[in-house]
């Protein structure tokens, strides 16, 4: 790996922003990549991240995902079955907590999660990766949608204020640089009443604990933040949501991954 190009120095926790010290404590590390943990609110960030403009191409995230190497058929049937239930809680926290409108997928990816989604929601999506937004944006436009390619930083200049009534983070906090910055411009973008969908790995789980630097959470560079369930709370509420569905269900220690619901009016 050419560790000559794009790289990106965070010199600033990304979640309570007090400055990196050297003292900070390496808690994992993989070739050039280390995750530290942050002196003043714990949050567990890697320091040293690919730029964006790199992340585009070489870390597309849906290329890291599905990953060319051989998988066994039992271990498909795994994947499918659990995709299926993964999708049934999205689908099922939608459902419960916004009733129709505008949806904002953030890191959309191709935008094969809003397939099954039902009508009454018109999907949006933004992705960093040029050719995975191409391909959400053919088919949410066939559902009066759109996708498009940038950071989720820029969400509020691309797709204006009070614009959508939900958005779903499943799988994205972990990976942006400025998780912080997001979900304070995803306020504004977000209607009064609107509400976020979160779904990121739990670095507080039993599994990360027992399996150590093997536990499936890790994923060098691709993960850049790691969430327990009390960052994440102190993250979501810093940036000004109230938290309407976190239960022990949703963080269960046994799951590898956590979810929550929170809402903009405070
Ligand atoms: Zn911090």
């Not at 299926?84 to 904002?104: M, S």
């Not at 977000?190 to 039993?206: A, F, M, Q, R, T």
Request: a positive charge.
């Amino acid at each position: 790996m050419n560790k000559e190009i794009n790289l990106k120095e965070r010199t600033n926790c990304p979640s309570c922003h007090e400055e990196r010290l050297n003292t900070n404590k390496v808690l994992h590390a993989k070739e050039e990549w280390s995750l530290i943990q942050c002196e003043q609110c714990s949050f567990v960030y890697m320091p040293i991240v690919p730029a964006y403009e790199r992340m585009k191409k070489e870390f597309s995230w849906e290329r890291n995902f599905n990953s060319s190497k051989k998988v066994s058929i039992l271990k498909k049937n795994r994947r499918f079955i659990k995709s299926l239930i993964k999708r049934n809680k999205l689908l099922y926290l939608l459902n419960k907590y916004c009733l129709k409108g505008n949806v904002l997928d953030i890191g959309c990816g191709s935008g094969i999660k809003f397939n099954d989604i039902p009508e009454r929601y018109i999907p949006y999506g933004i992705d960093i990766s040029e050719g995975s937004a191409r391909e959400a944006d053919v088919s949410f436009q066939k559902r009066g949608g759109e996708a498009l390619c940038a950071p989720a930083t820029e969400v509020v200049s691309k797709f204006g204020n009070n614009k959508f009534s939900a958005a779903i983070l499943r799988s994205y906090l972990e990976h942006e640089h400025q998780p912080f910055e997001v979900l304070k411009a995803l306020k504004d973008t977000l209607v009064l009443d609107g509400i976020i969908i979160i779904k990121v790995p739990n670095y507080g789980s039993l599994n990360r604990k027992f399996r150590g630097d093997n536990w499936c959470g890790f994923r060098y560079p691709d993960h850049v933040n790691q969430f327990t369930p009390k960052t994440l709370s102190e993250m979501v509420k810093s940036t000004g949501y109230r938290i309407i569905k976190f239960n022990f269900l949703d963080k269960q220690p046994t799951s590898d991954n956590m979810w929550m619901v929170a809402k903009t009016n405070i």
